[in-house]
């Protein structure tokens, strides 16, 4: 138990951590459109679009949700939305894809993006060791779950990529 506290306070002092959070697939990486305006409009649509159970859509909804609320509450005056509301809305979309796949693992590739997104939130909230331990979960969902091809990205970054804008 030692050894891994000593590994754990090492890797949180290598600067590779950043390079790690850069190198996820998820919303805090992909070349979203956050300025204020798109934002709250993006809040606002997706409001309307509602959280009825067993849309298969619902975890990604939640995952562009959580963001949202983030990316509000790093704002200056934030509009009501906080840091919690977004880590709730991540634990919620990681919940939907559960009962999405209806199956008896709790992990699966389906949560590759929400994991990455939970290691940026962490980082953001100045929670190293969280933010680590996420990478840590997208690295050995990784090993678990490889791309059907290589070179290519996993289709679950695929399926949630650069969201459209909701008209």
């Given at each position: 138990?030692?050894?891994?506290?000593?590994?754990?306070?090492?890797?949180?002092?290598?600067?590779?951590l950043?390079?790690?959070?850069?190198?996820?697939?998820?919303?805090?990486?992909?070349?979203?459109?956050?300025?204020?305006?798109?934002?709250?409009?993006?809040?606002?649509?997706?409001?309307?679009?509602?959280?009825?159970?067993?849309?298969?859509?619902?975890?990604?909804?939640?995952?562009?949700?959580?963001?949202?609320?983030?990316?509000?509450?790093?704002?200056?005056?934030?509009?009501?939305?906080?840091?919690?509301?977004?880590?709730?809305?991540?634990?919620?979309?990681?919940?939907?894809?559960?009962?999405?796949r209806?199956?008896?693992?709790?992990?699966?590739?389906?949560?590759?993006?929400?994991?990455?997104?939970l290691a940026?939130?962490?980082?953001?909230?100045?929670?190293?060791?969280k933010?680590?331990?996420?990478?840590?979960?997208?690295?050995?969902?990784?090993?678990?779950?490889p791309?059907?091809?290589?070179e290519?990205?996993?289709?679950?970054?695929?399926?949630?990529?650069?969201?459209?804008?909701?008209?």
């Amino acid at each position: 138990m030692f050894f891994v506290f000593v590994f754990i306070s090492a890797a949180l002092s290598h600067p590779t951590l950043r390079a790690s959070l850069d190198a996820l697939q998820c919303h805090f990486t992909w070349e979203l459109d956050n300025n204020r305006s798109n934002v709250l409009h993006l809040r606002d649509k997706l409001e309307d679009i509602g959280t009825e159970e067993r849309n298969p859509w619902l975890g990604h909804i939640y995952n562009l949700q959580a963001h949202v609320h983030f990316q509000l509450a790093s704002q200056e005056d934030g509009l009501g939305s906080t840091v919690g509301d977004a880590l709730r809305c991540f634990g919620t979309a990681a919940e939907a894809f559960r009962q999405i796949r209806n199956t008896v693992s709790d992990e699966g590739p389906w949560l590759l993006v929400n994991y990455g997104n939970l290691a940026w939130l962490h980082y953001h909230m100045g929670e190293q060791a969280k933010s680590l331990a996420y990478v840590g979960k997208v690295e050995a969902l990784l090993q678990e779950y490889p791309s059907p091809i290589q070179e290519q990205l996993h289709q679950e970054f695929t399926s949630n990529d650069s969201p459209k804008p909701v008209e």
